[in-house]
């Protein structure tokens, strides 16, 4: 039996799997494991990446076009799919298609480097992603910092002495904006080589329960506890900007906007001792080396875009941003957006959204206004709507309203794999391939690494449906009107600019993604060919972060820009923040290993065992409701109202309810046997879409105010 050596493309670790597939006729996955060679994963999976083979072999994925006639879906043929999508769509242009891109697409290398195609062909305004339910604030802070929202520093796991994370789980997540496989190796490691891990999460979770120290803030306040490690360091004496200093700009605007945030001041709204701050504002500064890290409890919040800026502005001040066991910025073989001349400055708000004014943010609208887009009337109002690998029905906020504002649409059409919450309101649904089905590189996660790699994959699995790659440009052929789509030609002329883009030849003999990632490879740093990283199944290891500043830079300074306008103009928010009352219950979210956001859920041996859909409260807090463990509650929203399953345990702190996301299943018209038997509820019904993170408008998704009661 062959063994396929191939790069997990469901999450950003990236992990090499090894897959057995047995021979013959029916080609089945017979084993999936670690690939203990891999030069990055060094062996690990996790429970997800084992049953890679499962989401291949699960019968309720979608293998056919379906087209829905009469209010049912009915299987077709892809010519009656793209014909039904041309006259459905006939006379929509323009702002009047909106399209929502999710985010199965960035591990996708057919969607990460077609989807543009499609955008472009569309020219609409109305461009929705899960980034603006995830890390925009992030992108939005380190653009305005360092000039490009691809320039995101990311810890150097490997080498430093000490970590604080903020609002991120890696050991369940497996790391974000952070690509490491086998985090709690890595984690491990730095306790083992005498370093320290400091977690800050309103939750003891698995990560904190590794640290050494777990600070269980108030959900919301991670902004006001960085200004006042900010403001401890001045005070104190400890800001050294380390080798940096004749590269950064805005230090003493840091130092005046910090005057106020004392530990002191912070303390109430953080809910920490102003003692304990302090501490680690003096631990940060004296470790040899240090890293700061926000992750989704950090940017999904009220205060996203001011929180990451104050990570960066922290490694910054302790001397720690760009040098070994920092925070640094990787070199990816491919695509690195952040090398190269001819660099502009970031830019944002350079066009608003029609109903709510809301900003662009990297060319897109926040998602929490998508249903305002559509139930509003008037020029420009959103009739048709593209999702591609995207569930915005379970992943954004007020979802149920989202939902109503999907069946009033003209035209829908989904690229996706599954008849799922959101693809059931489609007229269209034109599959995908399983990931097994498709070659694969890590284009957009390896920017985030925490080492130098990059790892090709060849498809383990033939398959009869088109790739994705072919798909949209067929369907970005059928939207512009043509009646007849020659791919190979389309294709040619997407490899022509592409050239002119990278500053290199069309690469010969190929076509598709594999093309463009050639052609992305001559244009990358390493002298590297496609050749050279089929002849390495286990990866080619590029080595640790080198530092590359100043020229990873592209502000219009040249420097990195500690106190840009675009965050400084929001800390008068959070200085309210200071003086106001916070709600007696808040709630946030939490990610599961055995989970992907809203799609794995049909997979059986990921949901098997206890109900993990459950609302976690503190014991004071189930005493003073009146809920019992194993009851139930009610909780209460702005938007809406859910019965969950309750489960009392000291790891929440109290005032906080933790509810996770991406279920919600069994709803009618759906395809998943599974998914209904482990239903679930859908919390992002509870989200309020009015409550945004003021700088970028992305959702508020952890420390939404409710009423809890028992059921
Ligand atoms: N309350 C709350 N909400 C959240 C979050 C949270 O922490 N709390 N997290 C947010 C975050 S970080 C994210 S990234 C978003 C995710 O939000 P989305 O990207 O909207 O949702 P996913 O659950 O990832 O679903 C992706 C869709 O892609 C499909 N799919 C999977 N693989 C493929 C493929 O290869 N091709 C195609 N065409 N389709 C595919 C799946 O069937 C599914 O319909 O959710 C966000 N929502
Ligand atoms: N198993 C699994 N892995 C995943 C995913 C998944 O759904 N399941 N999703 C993937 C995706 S798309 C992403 S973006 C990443 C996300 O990766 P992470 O950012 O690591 O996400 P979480 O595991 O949700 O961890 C977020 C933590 O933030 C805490 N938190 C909530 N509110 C606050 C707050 O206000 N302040 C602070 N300091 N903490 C807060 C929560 O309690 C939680 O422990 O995970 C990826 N990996
Ligand atoms: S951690 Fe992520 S990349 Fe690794 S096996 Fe699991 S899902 Fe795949
Ligand atoms: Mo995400």
Redesign the pocket.
């Known amino acids: 039996m062959p063994t396929h050596h191939v790069t997990c493309p469901l999450c950003e670790a990236t992990c090499g799997l090894a897959i057995t597939v047995s021979d013959g006729e029916k080609r089945e996955v017979t084993s999936v494991r670690g690939d203990a060679r891999d030069v990055f994963s060094g062996g690990y999976l996790c429970p997800k990446g084992a049953s890679i083979g499962a989401v291949h072999a699960d019968p309720d994925r979608l293998r056919t076009p379906l087209v829905k006639r009469d209010g049912r879906f009915a299987e077709a043929s892809w010519e009656e799919a793209y014909a039904a999508i041309a006259a459905g769509m006939a006379g929509l242009r323009g702002d009047a298609v909106a399209v929502?891109l999710?985010?199965?697409?960035v591990h996708?290398l057919s969607?990460a480097l077609y989807g543009r195609v499609l955008l472009k062909a569309l020219g609409t305004k109305n461009i929705y992603t899960?980034s603006s339910?995830?890390?925009a604030p992030k992108q939005f802070a380190a653009g305005h910092m360092f000039g490009d929202p691809m320039t995101v520093a990311v810890p150097d796991l490997d080498r430093t002495d000490f970590l604080l994370l903020l609002g991120a789980n890696p050991l369940v997540s497996n790391g974000s904006l952070m690509t490491a496989p086998d985090v709690r190796g890595r984690l491990r490691a730095i306790r083992a080589r005498g370093g320290r891990i400091v977690v800050v999460d309103p939750m003891r979770s698995r990560t904190a329960e590794l640290a050494d120290e777990h600070l269980a803030i108030r959900p919301g306040g991670d902004a006001l506890l960085l200004f006042a490690l900010v403001h401890v360091l001045f005070a104190d004496g400890l800001a050294d900007l380390g080798g940096l200093a004749d590269v950064v700009a805005g230090v003493d605007e840091v130092r005046a906007l910090a005057a106020d945030f004392t530990p002191e001041a912070v303390a109430p709204a953080t809910g920490l001792p102003a003692e304990a701050i302090r501490r680690l504002a003096h631990e940060l500064a004296a470790a040899p080396s240090a890293a700061v890290y926000g992750r989704?409890g950090t940017t999904?919040q009220r205060f996203g875009s001011l929180a990451s800026w104050l990570v960066d502005v922290l490694n910054t001040l302790t001397g720690n941003l760009d040098r070994p066991g920092g925070a640094m910025f990787p070199l990816a073989a491919a695509g690195q957006a952040n090398s190269g001349p001819g660099r502009k400055p970031f830019r944002h708000g350079r066009w608003r959204s029609r109903v709510r004014g809301l900003p662009e943010v990297m060319g897109e609208l926040p998602a929490a206004t998508l249903a305002d887009e559509i139930a509003t009337p008037g020029d420009g109002q959103v009739r048709a709507l593209i999702t591609?690998?995207?569930?915005?029905c379970?992943?954004?906020p007020n979802a149920d309203r989202l939902a109503e504002a999907l069946r009033g649409l003209d035209f829908m059409v989904s690229?996706?794999?599954?008849l799922?919450e959101?693809?059931r309101h489609a007229d269209v649904i034109l599959p995908?391939?399983s990931?097994l089905e498709r070659a694969h590189y890590d284009i957009a996660l390896y920017q985030f690494a925490v080492r130098n790699v990059a790892n090709w994959s060849d498809a383990v699995l033939a398959t009869d449906v088109p790739q994705?790659w072919e798909t949209l440009l067929r369907l970005t052929a059928a939207l512009t009107g043509q009646s007849t789509a020659d791919i190979d030609a389309m294709d040619t002329f997407v490899a022509e600019q592409s050239a002119a883009r990278f500053g290199v030849p069309v690469a010969e003999n190929l076509r598709g993604p594999e093309r463009l990632l050639a052609m992305l490879l001559a244009a990358g740093p390493y002298d590297l060919t496609l050749d050279d990283l089929r002849a390495q199944p286990h990866g080619v290891d590029l080595g640790p972060l080198a530092p590359r500043l100043p020229g990873a830079l592209s502000t219009a300074s040249g420097k990195v820009e500690l106190a840009p306008p675009a965050l400084t103009a929001d800390v008068p928010r959070l200085v309210a923040e200071l003086a106001a009352a916070p709600a007696e219950m808040v709630l946030i979210?939490r990610?599961n290993l055995r989970s992907?956001?809203?799609?794995m859920h049909n997979i059986a041996p990921l949901v098997g065992g206890q109900n993990r859909c459950t609302a976690l409260v503190h014991p004071l807090d189930a005493q003073r409701l009146d809920l019992a463990d194993g009851g139930a509650c009610v909780v209460r929203s702005r938007t809406g109202k859910l019965t969950v399953p309750v489960e009392v345990t000291d790891a929440v702190r109290p005032g906080v309810i933790s509810i996770p996301?991406?279920w919600g299943h069994g709803l009618p018209d759906t395809r998943g046997s599974v998914a209904a038997d482990h239903a679930g509820v859908n919390?992002?019904v509870l989200?309020d879409e009015q409550l945004v993170d003021a700088p970028t408008g992305t959702a508020v998704?952890?420390g939404i105010p409710v009423e809890v009661t028992r059921a």
């Open positions: 929502y999710g985010n199965p697409g996708n969607t899960a339910v995830d890390q989704i999904t591609l690998a995207g569930n915005p379970v992943s954004t690229v996706d794999v599954y799922n959101t693809t995908g391939t990931p994705e979210g990610r992907n956001n809203s799609w996301h991406g919390s992002n989200a998704l952890n």
